[in-house]
T-cell receptor
Framework: DTAVSQTPKYLVTQMGNDKSIKCEQN?????MYWYKQDSKKFLKIMFS???????INETVPNRFSPKSPDKAHLNLHINSLELGDSAVYFC???????????????FGNGTRLTVT | GENVEQHPSTLSVQEGDSAVIKCTYS??????FPWYKQELGKRPQLIID?????GEKKDQRIAVTLNKTAKHFSLHITETQPEDSAVYFC??????????FGKGTKLSVKP
């Protein structure tokens, strides 16, 4: 029973296409994230949402647009895919970390995106 | 923003030896310090974390020590086993609440 599930697991597509990755968590968490892990294994945050509201938007091209229909879901849509977008994308969730709360991240299994 | 440095980038030990990975951070307001383990092809998973009001925490063969004055914390693994082979990330919490990941340490435990 996966706590943070993301689909698809693998995504192979051509440059210029538009694709989406879906993420759902059943942990009752308020905060969800998207992280990108490149070929050198660097993990960088892209976005975070708390209760459907955007909290963090790092320097990410406008081609990436997150959407949170409710606090259990955070989807990632990518327009006009480029070769450099090839990476593993991890969704994660945690309890709200405001007011000094310290909650660990729970990661999904990742989506390996390959742009050809 | 938070600057996180992790050393070494690779570490090779013999089975049974100890391994130590160090993480330095820049944001003095950081108050949560976790370590994540990522096996090949898998997701990062929390192995141990420490809050800023304690200096050390142990969980069987794994321990984390924190020096807030010097702004660094370390992961200690004793009696290493081949299944400890993985990439380990430190990830102190930044001012916006998100975890800032170090660049990872690839640990290889040779039988």
């Amino acid at each position: 029973d996966t706590a943070v599930s993301q689909t698809p697991k693998y995504l192979v597509t051509q440059m210029g296409n538009d694709k989406s990755i879906k993420c759902e968590q059943n942990l009752g968490h308020d905060t969800m994230y998207w992280y990108k892990q490149d070929s050198k294994k660097f993990l960088k945050i892209m976005f975070s949402y708390n209760n459907k509201e955007l909290i963090i938007n790092e320097t990410v091209p406008n081609r990436f647009s997150p959407k949170s229909p409710d606090k259990a879901h955070l989807n990632l849509h990518i327009n006009s895919l480029e070769l450099g977008d090839s990476a593993v994308y991890f969704c994660a969730s945690s309890r709200w970390v405001g007011q000094g709360n310290n909650s660990p991240l729970h990661f999904g299994n990742g989506t390996r995106l390959t742009v050809t | 923003g938070e600057n996180v440095e992790q050393h070494p980038s690779t570490l090779s030990v013999q089975e049974g030896d100890s391994a130590v990975i160090k993480c330095t951070y820049s944001d003095s307001a950081s108050n949560y310090f976790p370590w994540y383990k990522q096996e090949l092809g898998k997701r990062p998973q929390l192995i141990i974390d420490i809050r800023s009001n304690v200096g050390e925490k142990k969980d069987q063969r794994i321990a984390v020590t924190l020096n807030k004055t010097a702004k660094h914390f370390s992961l200690h693994i004793t009696e290493t086993q081949p299944e400890d082979s993985a990439v380990y990330f430190c990830a102190p919490r930044g001012s916006q609440g998100n975890l800032i990941f170090g660049k990872g340490t690839k640990l290889s435990v040779k039988p």
